[in-house]
């Protein structure tokens, strides 16, 4: 299979842990986005890369979260310090130079408790 | 954070029947896109449109880019069980390097048996 991948798929933690999820993007894609997305509601996006540079950031994206793509490939999205608040899906695109078309893996489900 | 506004929010009908859904936006998009969600997974990519005015089809599926840029309509004909889920549109500002995609808010699609 060669679309986007992500690990885990379901994350359980206790208040205040610290948890990180990966993302492996389509192999040829240069763009990597990051999306978060609540019950009951459309994606919104958190950050995304070009190669290894991130390039932009949401107001989402509180001084808890960090981001990372360190060989412009796989992605890293750390969350410290989790809060109830922090339960949502997360999900990774990717896509091409032309950046247009976004193609999304399965997402992580995180529950804080 | 900012969501399109797509309507209906949810439709009930009978196997067989036609589907209409649409997204309409305050601002301007370089492109249009339709994805699919089924529960627990990621958004699945159904139909790009790049061009206002552009009427793109995927099988059963039709789509087209409101000429002012500002909306865009999802057909889909002859439903069938598997095209339960939900739907949503999302936007692609005109701004060189703002690639970030703005979701709507969903629509739930249920095939009454």
């Known amino acids: 299979d060669t679309g986007v991948s992500q690990n885990p798929r379901h994350k359980i933690t206790k208040r205040g842990q610290n948890v990180t999820f990966r993302c492996d993007p389509i192999?040829?894609?240069?763009?990597l986005y990051w999306y978060r997305q609540t019950l009951g509601q459309g994606p919104e996006f958190l950050t995304y890369?070009?190669?290894?540079?991130?390039?932009?950031k949401s107001r989402l994206l509180s001084d808890r979260f960090s981001a990372e793509r360190p060989k412009g490939s796989f992605s890293t999205l750390e969350i410290q310090r989790t809060e109830q608040g922090d339960s949502a899906m997360y999900l990774c695109?990717?896509?091409?130079?032309?950046?247009?078309?976004?193609?999304f893996g399965p997402g992580t489900r995180l529950t804080v408790l | 954070g900012q969501q399109l506004n797509q309507s209906p929010q949810s439709m009930f009908i009978q196997e067989g029947e036609d589907v209409s859904m649409n997204c309409t936006s305050s601002?301007?998009?370089?492109?249009w896109l339709w994805y699919k969600q089924d529960p627990g997974e990621g958004p699945v990519l159904l139909i790009a449109?790049?061009?206002?005015?552009e009427l793109t089809s995927n099988g059963r599926l039709t789509a087209q880019f409101g000429i002012t840029r500002k909306d865009s309509f999802l057909n889909i004909s002859a439903s069938i069980p598997s095209d339960v889920g939900i739907y949503f549109c999302?936007?692609?500002?005109?701004?060189?390097?703002?690639?970030?995609?703005?979701f709507g808010t969903g629509t739930r699609l249920t095939i009454i048996p």
């Open positions: 695109a990717s896509s091409s130079n032309r950046g247009d078309t976004q193609y």
């Open positions: 890369f070009q190669n290894e540079a991130q390039l932009e």
């Open positions: 999302a936007g692609q500002p005109p701004n060189f390097g703002n690639e970030k995609l703005t």
């Open positions: 192999s040829e894609h240069n763009r």
């Open positions: 449109l790049y061009k206002a005015g």
């Open positions: 601002s301007i998009f370089n492109t």
